[in-house]
């Protein structure tokens, strides 16, 4: 059973920053493709950050130059940090494992973890 659990969220204010955390249980975690999707109240999921199993990263176009992803696969962690938080950020942030090879494909999410930001 893998699991993905997230965390490190909580309540900031304005321009504070927060360190999420995902562990992940998947033994192919090195090369799955790790991700951070968001979803506010009465809006849809969206991407945040992902980085692929070779360190190449993919951001939304809101987080740019405040949000940083990175992943430790000894640990089977992936992390974001998350700086000059704004009242949008405030979502639930979800950790996501993914593989798309041919042979090894999975999607898993994990719980999530709640960011809310303070003005």
């Known amino acids: 059973q893998v699991q993905l659990v997230e965390s490190g969220g909580g309540l900031v204010q304005t321009g504070e920053s927060l360190r999420l955390s995902c562990a992940a249980s998947?033994?192919?975690?090195?090369?799955?493709?790790m991700g951070w999707y968001r979803q506010a109240p009465g809006k849809q999921r969206e991407l945040v950050a992902s980085i692929a199993s070779g360190g190449s990263t993919d951001y939304g176009d809101s987080v740019k130059g405040r949000f940083t992803i990175s992943r430790d696969n000894a640990k089977n962690t992936v992390y974001l940090q998350m700086n000059s938080l704004k009242p949008e950020d405030a979502a639930v942030y979800y950790c996501n494992a993914r593989s798309d090879g041919v042979l090894i494909r999975y999607n898993y999410w994990g719980q999530g973890t709640e960011v809310t930001v303070s003005s």
């Open positions: 998947v033994t192919t975690f090195s090369i799955s493709t």
